[in-house]
Each structure stands twice: as structure tokens, then as C-alpha cells.
Antibody, heavy 124, light 107 residues
């Protein structure tokens, strides 16, 4: 079964750090780019970060650039999100997602596999 | 950054009715648009990619259309399990962005 399982969420004080992990199984992790997406309580989805299959290409949303770092370990089938200088507005459910792709007349990319999410709460 | 505007914010319909959800991009994104469904307490689920291609396992009552800046998700005949939140997302430019969502509720 294709699966993503996030972990590492919890309660952290403003200014603190957390490291989220995402364990992949059921597919060849090293062949896929991966993403992090979050959802604040009662709010919509926010795309956060992207990492290519070999870690050569990385992108961030402006809201987390300079504070969050995405990384992966293909030998461990794992994706990570190091979150520093946490703020109250970082409180959210954090999802990891696989970037699926279809190549035809055009190359289409999408998030076809999602984890159940891990909850991060930033509060004093 | 490309802004996606979804309308309406809330759509109230009955089972069996047809639902039409809209997503407008602030600049042309060709057909690089995906639609996701999210139910309370669950992760999003991919419905449509490339504006009009159904993802694996998605029922035929879901269809997507559009290109450029205007896109539509149509649910031909609503089933009880279709009442949920729907998000569009552009896959054209970085950063990737989502629309604010449309809540499809039972009338």
C-alpha cells in the first residue's frame, strides 16, 4: 500500500524549533519529488515547500523562506521539514504529499498521495 | 505569485443536483490546474489534474474544464459523499498556490 506517515508535531513556544518527518512506503521514494502543505485551523490549504527527487531543486513559500528547511533521505525513504523561529501563525496541520506526474502532450504534476498530517501548535 | 479565486465560497445544493464550482487565476496558467476534495478531519484527495483529467479511481460524475484563467469543476449528480470542501491549485508557477476553497453543503 502506498503510504505517507507524518510525525514530529507537537506544542512549541514562539521562537522555538521542530523537525517534522514523513515516512514513505509502498513506492520507490527516490523517484518522486515531494512537498509539504499546511492547513491552519479553520483555514484553507497552503503550499509550503518542494524538493526534487535528488534534492537538487528546492522551493519555498515566502511565508516560511529563511525559517523552514526541507530535506530528504532517500536511503531511509524519509522527508523532513526543519522549522525554526516558529510563530503563532505556524500553528497548523502539516501534510507531506507525493508529487505525481503524467507525461503526454504536456507534463502535468499534482499531489496524488497525502499523509494524514501532524499537528503543530505554537503557543506560550 | 499567482492568485486563485474560487467561487462561490459556499454552494448549497441537494443530492442529485448538478454542482458547478469555479476557479479563476490572476494570470494564464494554461491547463496546469488541479482540483482536490477535502472532508472534515481528512487529508485532501486529488480529483482532477491538467484541468480536465480525472485521477485514478475518481467517479465519472466529476469533470473539469477550462484553460488560461478560467476553470470549472462540475459534479453532474451529487451523491451524499460529495458534500465537502473543494480546492483548486495551480501547477504552473512557483510558488504553487491554492484557491481559498468552496464549501459544498447539503441544502
Amino acid at each position: 500500500e502506498v503510504q505517507l506517515v507524518e510525525s514530529g508535531g507537537g506544542l512549541q513556544q514562539p521562537g522555538g524549533s521542530l523537525r517534522l518527518s514523513c515516512a514513505a512506503s509502498g513506492f520507490t521514494f527516490s523517484s518522486y519529488s515531494m512537498k509539504w502543505v499546511r492547513q491552519a485551523p479553520g483555514k484553507g490549504l497552503e503550499w509550503l515547500s518542494y524538493i526534487s527527487s535528488s534534492s537538487t531543486t528546492i522551493y519555498y513559500a515566502d511565508s516560511v523562506k529563511g525559517r523552514f528547511t526541507i530535506s530528504r533521505d532517500n536511503a531511509k525513504n524519509s522527508l523532513y521539514l526543519q522549522m525554526n523561529s516558529l510563530r503563532a501563525e505556524d500553528t497548523a496541520v502539516y501534510y507531506c504529499a507525493r508529487q505525481g506526474y503524467t507525461y503526454g502532450r504536456a507534463a502535468y504534476y499534482y499531489m496524488d498521495v497525502w499523509g494524514k498530517g501532524t499537528t503543530v501548535t505554537v503557543s506560550s | 505569485e499567482i492568485v486563485l479565486t474560487q467561487s462561490p465560497a459556499t454552494l448549497s445544493l441537494s443530492p442529485g443536483e448538478r454542482a458547478i464550482l469555479s476557479c479563476r487565476a490572476s494570470q494564464s496558467i494554461s491547463t496546469y490546474l488541479a482540483w482536490y476534495q477535502q472532508k472534515p478531519g481528512q487529508a485532501p484527495r486529488l480529483l482532477i489534474y491538467g484541468a480536465s483529467n480525472r485521477a485514478t479511481g475518481i467517479p465519472a460524475r466529476f469533470s473539469g474544464s477550462g484553460s488560461g484563467t478560467d476553470f470549472t469543476l462540475t459534479i453532474s449528480s451529487l451523491e451524499p459523499e460529495d458534500f465537502a470542501l473543494y480546492y483548486c491549485q495551480q501547477c504552473s508557477n512557483w510558488p504553487r498556490t491554492f484557491g481559498q476553497g468552496t464549501k459544498l453543503e447539503i441544502k
